[in-house]
């Protein structure tokens, strides 16, 4: 039995084969529509969320199957003081596959240990977030057409992003990828991902403030929310998080061919007046999420299509 903490456990054959499959439940739906009949899906989430708890249910009705689960800490035994583990073992009597978010960092292996079904992690903390990485790593094959000889620039809070740690882990692995990381200082990458993900992989990386002076190189440009809940202190957030608003004015010196991403959920950092801008890419990610989803689900049930 096998689950999915972080998404280097996906080796990039079996990334290819998710996107191949998600391509195919695009092209072909009516072909997944029943294949995980009378299985169950719980979603255990103890943060916020829209897209990804209701991606993953969606995934699961339209592969045939159900879903139960609860989407706040408050309304479980957590707030008995249940731990992770004891709600592990006692939610794996009822389902048949879990997905779960948490605001701690780990707390999604520990249920993987204790479960006795595959765990797949929905965020944990400011750490990882593997399959809004499947989500991301299908729109750059669908949209760019290719995963390697890529320059990426992740934007905003790389310290907290959680969704940016898995895409470097996941885009390292691909030839002649580049990464551009823009951020304030107090906003930067970890050291884990710049030292044990990076400089250790020998990946070429810069490192800058100003969007404006490296716009022009960028092949992909990947936003993100400055993350409010993960800060100690507001006047911290308050100052820090109208860091970066991608707007048309800043855009002008971009590729055509540049692909805009964002995980959302968006605040500020990205003006409506993008929406519009056919390099936005970021309501394609959500649509294909749910098909990464469904093609996770199947692979970690063991169903064949
Ligand atoms: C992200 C997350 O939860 O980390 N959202 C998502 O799942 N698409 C990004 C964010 O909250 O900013």
Redesign the pocket.
């Known amino acids: 039995m096998r689950s999915l903490i972080s998404i280097e456990e996906l080796s990039r054959d079996e990334i290819d084969s998710l996107i191949a499959t998600a391509n195919d439940i695009i092209e072909n739906p009516k072909k997944y529509g029943e294949l995980c009949r009378g299985k169950k899906l719980a979603t255990l989430f103890y ?6 708890r209701l991606s993953f249910e969606a995934a699961m009705y339209e592969l045939g199957g159900n879903v139960l689960g609860f989407s706040e800490a408050q309304s479980s035994s957590a707030a008995k003081g249940e731990s992770v583990a004891d709600t592990a073992r006692t939610v794996s009597c009822y389902a048949d596959i879990i997905a779960m ?1 948490h605001p701690k960092e780990g707390a999604p292996y520990v249920a993987s240990q204790h479960a006795s079904v595959p765990v797949i992690n ?2 944990d903390g400011g750490h990882n ?1 593997p ?2 990485t499947l ?1 991301d790593l299908c729109t750059i094959s669908r949209e760019m057409g290719r995963m390697s000889d890529l320059t990426i620039g992740c934007c905003g ?1 790389l310290k907290f ?3 940016v740690h898995s895409l470097i882990a996941a885009m390292s692995r691909y030839e002649n990828v580049k990464f551009v990381l823009i951020s304030p200082e107090e906003l930067r990458v970890p050291s884990y991902v710049r030292h044990g993900i990076l400089e250790s992989g020998g990946i070429p990386y810069v490192e800058t403030r100003d969007i404006r002076e490296v716009m022009g190189e960028l092949d992909i440009l990947y936003m ?2 400055v ?1 409010r809940e993960r800060f100690f202190s507001e006047e911290e957030y308050l100052r820090l998080k109208d860091s970066y608003i991608l707007t048309k004015d800043k855009l002008s010196g971009a590729k055509d061919s540049l692909c805009i991403m ?5 605040v500020n950092e990205i003006s409506v007046e993008i929406d519009d801008d056919p390099r936005a890419c970021y309501f394609k ?2 649509l294909y ?1 749910k098909y990464m989803r469904m093609a996770l689900i199947l692979m970690l049930l063991g169903v064949d299509a």
Not at 47 to 52: A, D, F, G, H
């Open positions: 943060e916020p969320s829209t897209r990804t978010r929905a965020g977030h399959t809004q989500a809070d992003g959680r969704t993100t929310r993350q964002h995980p959302l959920p968006r990610q959500v999420g």
